[in-house]
């Protein structure tokens, strides 16, 4: 996989950046784009037991999901 192309920003930046490049936006990035850690991804999906609703289909699960 090719991690240039994803990047984390607030509200306001990725509003203003819309569904265009950083580059096509006038933007630039703090820093440059890297693979991620393993172990930082396995602990943030510890907390998503009370995830939104409306993020269900966006995030990955590893046991199939209540309805209730």
Same mark, same amino acid.
């Given at each position: 996989?090719? @991690? &240039?192309? %994803?990047?984390? /920003? /607030? %509200? *306001? /930046?990725?509003? $203003? ?10 933007? $630039?990035?703090?820093?440059?784009? $890297? $693979?991620? &850690?393993?172990?930082?991804? %396995?602990? %943030? ?7 939104? &609703? *409306? @993020? ?7 046991? &199939?999901?209540?309805? *209730?």
């Amino acid at each position: 996989k090719d @991690w &240039e192309n %994803i990047v984390t /920003c /607030c %509200i *306001s /930046c990725n509003r $203003r950046k819309g569904g265009r490049t950083p580059h096509q936006a006038g933007m $630039r990035l703090v820093r440059p784009p $890297r $693979r991620p &850690e393993r172990a930082p991804a %396995i602990r %943030i999906t510890v907390g998503l037991r009370n995830a939104p &609703e *409306s @993020w269900r289909d966006y995030l990955y699960w590893n046991v &199939e999901l209540d309805d *209730s």
